[in-house]
């Protein structure tokens, strides 16, 4: 009787639901014609128009007001599931109309070109190739093959192995999602074969694909870089010892927990564990992927090659890698060069839409409206610092991280920029040409965080669609708190000493 019940209500749902878009549709087609008749006929310096005109209905708005409004409208077309490039873009030039007038989208093309004509953002499609290219040669199984072979024999090992594996596979891929979902592929099944604590085996997949975001070749740092014209080689120095940092703490905590509960992660049995010569012999296979991430990451340290140098050698490079390993053919160029213009498509569709968002409003003061509401809380720098990194880490739960970084990293480095920060317990102070460098190497542990916060970490999503169905979401959320709060730790230890990010780079460069 009630799936009888059921069955019209849910109908009458959709089609109150198909009606309801229809009379906005609509709606907005008789708004735009409207508009338009006023653009093409009437004088817009005028009084006169044609039934009403909506440009500079907001003009005489105030910030605060406008504020949220503007930010308001964001959250709730992104809650209804509207993808955040065309919305940011979208609800941009929409502000700009209805606060100025059709003279104000000029502001558009202004905001766009600056980005379309800076040089490091070709490194991005280039770095994007080099990834895909080297993953649809088979190399990352190959790596993992290795590495699993060497650590297998100890307790704790295969999650050990998970974990460097995917610290060498950052340092190929740039962008986690790839590296989360192919370590679960492949090292997943492997663990959970071995009785493996689940919360264990998740975790140092979910924690150790992360890494990605922080170890160069970084895709989110050299957008760091452009947004806070930021050195791309400075920021890659200055987050490599992090990112080695967190990946050692990942591995401390397997093998201590393995070691004091052999049951939470067994060994290989003996009889399927190599000798000294035969794991000699496969480092054969790691010599080429590994002597090309050298390559590309030295160029780029050294200040021989820019960004796109690098990456156009490392996109030559893991062409040659390929067919040296005998894996490269035709289908998989055409499939690593789609895989590549669509996540470019994504990404600079994100930076155009929320260059604009983010633009307009801070040419109408919203910079300023923050920077004095934050100032104005009366917290020291490094209240204020925790505000931040907290609100990033709120932000990553929902949006992505192309999206956080273009709508808030704008907005919050004029906030650091104006602070100064001390030292805390004794520590050294961080110098003010160091600010915008240390601020974004946190900015990177941050998004690894957001990417693990339950309810809505991208990486928890990314592992459950390669988990078996017995591990429930539930499990996957327990394994990720605990990497949770060594993240927590590594982005305190980086608060405290600044000198982990900023030594490197002061090093090399001076």
């Not at 947004?227 to 890659?236: F, K, R, T």
């Not at 307009?360 to 917290?379: E, H, K, N, P, S």
Request: one cysteine or more; a neutral charge; aromatic letters at 10%.
């Amino acid at each position: 009787m009630s799936t009888t019940t059921a069955a019209p209500s849910s109908g009458m749902a959709g089609k109150l639901g198909t009606w309801l878009m229809i009379i906005a549709t609509v709606g907005l087609a008789f708004v735009i014609c409207v508009e338009l008749i006023n653009i093409l006929f009437y004088d817009p310096w005028s009084d006169e128009r044609f039934l009403f005109k909506l440009s500079g209905s907001l003009s005489g708005v105030d910030i605060g007001p406008l504020t949220y409004l503007m930010f308001g409208s964001l959250a709730v077309a992104l809650m209804m599931g509207l993808p955040l490039a065309f919305v940011t873009g979208g609800l941009g030039v929409m502000f700009i109309y209805l606060v100025g007038d059709a003279m104000m989208l000029n502001i558009v093309p202004g905001r766009i070109f600056p980005l379309m004509a800076n040089p490091d953002i070709a490194a991005i499609p280039l770095f994007i190739f080099m990834a895909s290219m080297l993953e649809r040669a088979g190399l990352i199984e190959e790596m993992f093959s290795v590495v699993y072979k060497w650590m297998g024999g100890i307790s704790g090992g295969l999650a050990a192995a998970t974990i460097v594996a995917s610290t060498i596979l950052a340092a190929m891929v740039g962008v986690i999602g790839a590296a989360v979902v192919t370590m679960g592929i492949i090292a997943l099944p492997a663990m959970l074969k071995r009785h493996y604590d689940h919360k264990i085996a998740i975790g140092s997949i979910m924690a150790g694909g992360t890494l990605g975001i922080l170890i160069p070749p970084s895709i989110l740092a050299i957008l760091y870089a452009v947004v806070a014209q930021q050195s791309v080689g400075e920021l890659y120095l200055g987050s490599l010892l992090p990112g080695l940092m967190l990946s050692g703490l990942y591995l401390s905590y397997v093998l201590i927990r393995s070691w004091l509960n052999p049951k939470l992660g067994p060994p290989i049995p003996v009889e399927d564990r190599i000798s000294l010569k035969e794991k000699l012999k496969l480092l054969g296979n790691l010599i080429a992927p590994l002597a090309l991430v050298g390559l590309v990451l030295g160029l780029l340290f050294g200040g021989i090659a820019t960004p796109v140098e690098a990456a156009g050698i490392g996109s030559f490079g893991a062409i040659i890698v390929a067919m040296m390993h005998k894996k490269f053919s035709i289908a998989g160029l055409r499939e690593a060069s789609v895989t590549t213009a669509k996540a470019s498509a994504m990404v600079l569709w994100i930076m155009f839409g929320a260059s604009v968002f983010v633009g307009f409003y801070i040419l109408q003061g919203g910079q300023q409206f923050v920077t004095d509401a934050i100032l104005g809380t009366g917290m020291s720098a490094y209240g204020i610092l925790l505000l931040l990194m907290v609100l990033l880490v709120v932000l990553g739960m929902f949006l992505d991280w192309v999206g956080i970084l273009l709508l808030a990293v704008p907005i919050f480095i004029p906030i650091v920029k104006a602070l100064e920060f001390p030292g805390l317990f004794g520590f050294p102070p961080v110098a003010g040409d160091d600010v915008v460098l240390w601020f974004g190497v946190l900015y990177l542990v941050n998004m690894q965080m957001s990417f693990l916060s339950p309810p809505f970490g991208y990486a928890l999503f990314y592992i459950r669609g390669v988990c078996p169905p017995e591990i429930s979401m539930g499990t996957i959320f327990k394994s990720s708190l605990v990497f949770l709060a060594i993240q927590a730790f590594g982005l305190f230890m980086c608060v405290l000493i600044p000198g982990i990010v900023t030594w490197l780079p002061g090093l090399v460069y001076g």
